[in-house]
């Protein structure tokens, strides 16, 4: 297993298009999560499953995102209708509920809505 | 509400300078204390979890130390492969205690 992957690295689209994006997670991680980082912030909770149950989404988290996870295994991520302010780095992140030691992060996706 | 705050938000040191970064934090029952490194365009990298006031971890040329109120991460002689962002996260007991709180982190530029 070779951590936690994402796809694409990068994203360029057009404002008003719909993107998607994909996280694979570490195998043996029951555990995902979303977090969105803009330039000098730190990143910012967006939404957690545990296997295929989505148990909390952050107030940050408009309507127009939505997250799956089907069979508890990988997860996208979804923005419909883009805004310029959707602009940011979107972060997966795994961890299991049997250890507290922290995430592993992806490397993210830069999404950039022109 | 979980919060974090580090400082400075930038620090340039000369190799072999060393310093200490700080991280404040309130939390209603520390879970984890956690340092990230993250490097220009990538995913934050796990550096070090803390659990209790008094706990300190090392890897290399970092020490990463623990209170009740703040940690600090302690560079001893930098190089300049150590310039990167670091981040540090905090994970309450209470309702969301799977969740992390990052602060804004602290911009490491080590010049040679």
């Known amino acids: 297993d070779t951590g936690v992957s994402q796809d694409p690295r990068h994203k360029i689209t057009k404002r008003g298009q719909n993107v998607t994006f994909r996280c694979d997670p570490i195998?043996?991680?029951?555990?995902l999560y979303w977090y969105r980082q803009t330039l000098g912030q730190g990143p910012e909770f967006l939404t957690y499953?545990?296997?295929?149950?989505?148990?909390?989404k952050s107030r940050l988290l408009s309507d127009r995102f939505s997250a799956e996870r089907p069979k508890g295994s990988f997860s996208t991520l979804e923005i419909q209708r883009t805004e310029q302010g959707d602009s940011a780095m979107y972060l997966c992140?795994?961890?299991?509920?049997?250890?507290?030691?922290?995430?592993?992060f992806g490397s993210g996706t830069r999404l950039t809505v022109v | 509400e979980d919060q974090v705050t580090q400082s400075p938000e930038a620090l340039r040191l000369q190799e072999g300078e060393s310093s200490s970064l700080n991280c404040s934090y309130t939390v209603s029952g520390l879970r984890g204390l956690f340092w990230y490194r993250q490097d220009p365009g990538k995913g934050p990298e796990f550096l070090f979890t803390l659990y209790s006031a008094g706990e300190e971890k090392e890897k290399e040329r970092l020490k990463a130390t623990l209170t009740k109120k703040e940690s600090f991460l302690h560079i001893t002689a930098p190089k300049p492969e150590d310039s990167a962002t670091y981040l540090c996260?905090?994970?309450?007991?209470?309702?969301?205690?799977?969740?992390?709180?990052f602060g804004k982190g602290t911009l490491l530029t080590v010049n040679p």
């Open positions: 195998s043996e991680h029951n555990r």
């Open positions: 499953f545990q296997n295929e149950a989505q148990l909390e």
């Open positions: 996260a905090v994970q309450g007991s209470g309702g969301s205690n799977y969740k992390l709180t």
């Open positions: 992140a795994s961890s299991s509920s049997s250890a507290n030691y922290g995430y592993t």
